[in-house]
């Protein structure tokens, strides 16, 4: 069995009740709960929220809601010691962490996420993006030279940041890392799949949300064939 879980705190520190801010006529969290029940992979999709406000929303849209323990509030709260608590809330084989940060999530994306997950055999599966740019981590070049002459950007190694969209894990893994260790995000065979540029819009921001505003409206209005500046 496959258990969409997607997390829901009232609070944020960098944009104040981000889930429940408007986009396009609907609470950003509704999207998610819509690509998870849209993409026909899940045994069940559960809102994971420290706040009875998100019920209602939950309720309207098709989901199932839980109520964590108080405990598990708040912005300190470690990730790890949430999906513990909802494993052992509602057992199940794998369960799939689906954010409502990512608003513009595809179904698509979502279907292959989990497909790719089951035909490797993963016990643990994140979502990243494809970047062919130069990069640099601590002042150093990371995927280039700065001998010779400046590279083509589609010659470089791509590299592959992470995108908290997806996280999945197999239960019983999770379940045994964190007994041993206390600790089990990255928990036996892990795989990385590289999702679309729709999915990989991450909103942490105020400014990220004006963004998705944007993107969301085009999408809205349809694909328009590109016009060229006639020379």
């Known amino acids: 069995s496959i258990i969409a879980m997607i997390p829901a705190r009232i609070g944020s520190t960098r944009f104040k009740m981000k889930n429940l801010a408007m986009l396009d006529g609907k609470p950003m969290i509704a999207y998610a709960i819509m690509a998870a029940l849209s993409s026909k992979v899940f045994d069940k999709v559960i809102v994971n929220s420290d706040s009875e406000n998100f019920r209602s929303i939950v309720e309207e849209y098709g989901a199932e809601f839980y109520l964590r323990p108080k405990y598990l509030g708040g912005s300190t709260v470690k990730s790890d010691d949430v999906v513990i608590d909802f494993i052992e809330k509602y057992p199940c084989d794998i369960v799939v962490w689906e954010n409502p940060i990512a608003p513009l999530q595809t179904i698509e994306d979502v279907q292959n996420t989990i497909q790719y997950f089951l035909s490797n055999n993963l016990d643990s599966l994140f979502t990243v993006k494809t970047e062919q740019i130069q990069c640099v981590y601590e002042n150093q070049p990371v995927n280039f030279k700065e001998q010779g002459k400046f590279a083509q950007t589609q010659d470089l ?75």
Do not use: Q
Not at 165 to 170: A, E, S, T
Not at 185 to 204: A, L
């Open 157 to 231: 190694k791509p590299i592959y940041p992470f995108v908290p969209f997806i996280m999945m894990w197999r239960t019983s893994t999770f379940i045994n890392a964190f007994k041993e260790h206390g600790y089990a995000f990255f928990c036996g065979k892990v795989g990385y799949f590289p999702v679309s540029r729709f999915s990989s819009v991450i909103i942490k921001y105020e400014d990220d949300f004006r963004f998705a505003e944007m993107l969301l409206k085009s999408m809205n209005e349809g694909e328009k064939e590109i016009d060229y500046y006639s020379i």
